[in-house]
């Protein structure tokens, strides 16, 4: 069985669990006091999707707006991004668009973008609502999750839903060799709603 190899950035504000998420994809581990990344930091997992396998390069970028100079480093040639946000924190689902807009300007042709609300375990506290980010979701076409790291609510799913996006390696060859790439790739995924 042959292994794709998919370089995927992880985006957002900071604070908004995006180191969380990877610890629970990569080891299934949450620690509640995680530091803030500096810079950017990388982990790798392998993933088995529909008698396909994947090996993510994971890189979670650093939130704070000191670093936003070195994402085009970390997102250029990416596979795919999950961006994300703090259901939470509203101001957060404003700087997801922020980076929507930067990378459909200045990204990979053919990203595969995922938007994850985070921290959907604290339902009380919620600014963001569902059907609002579900809605920007389809509008950029984006695949959409609500998550909780704290939970595994979903992560794994995310995951799981950006491996079926991924176009086909002999049509980016193609693509590629004939200095064209025409992407409009399917609707959004829809997981299950968070709490």
């Avoid at 992880?10 to 509640?32: A, M, N, W, Y």
């Avoid at 090996?55 to 994300?84: F, N, S």
């Avoid at 980010?133 to 799981?160: C, D, G, H, R």
Wanted: charged share 25%; glycine share 6%.
């Amino acid at each position: 069985m042959a292994l794709r190899e998919v370089k995927v950035c992880l985006l957002g504000e900071s604070g908004v669990g995006k180191s969380s998420i990877v610890q629970r994809f990569v080891h299934d581990t949450f620690k509640p006091a995680l530091e803030s990344t500096i810079g950017a930091s990388f982990m790798s997992k392998t993933l088995t999707v529909d008698e396909k396998t994947y090996k993510y390069q994971i890189w979670d970028t650093a939130g704070q707006e000191k670093y936003r100079a070195l994402a085009p480093m970390y997102y250029r040639g990416a596979a795919a991004a999950v961006i994300v946000y703090d259901v939470t924190n509203e101001s957060s689902f404003g700087v997801l668009k922020d980076w929507i807009k930067e990378l459909q300007r200045h990204g990979p042709q053919e990203i595969v973008i995922a938007i994850a609300g985070n921290k959907c375990d604290l339902a009380d506290l919620r600014e963001v609502q569902y059907k609002d980010a579900l809605a920007y979701a389809e509008q950029t076409n984006a695949i959409f999750v609500e998550t909780s790291a704290k939970n595994a609510t979903n992560v794994s799913e995310m995951f799981e839903a950006i491996c079926r996006k991924l176009p086909d390696e002999d049509f980016l060859q193609s693509s590629v060799n004939n200095d064209r790439i025409n992407l409009k790739g399917t609707a959004t995924t829809k997981k299950k709603k968070c709490c």
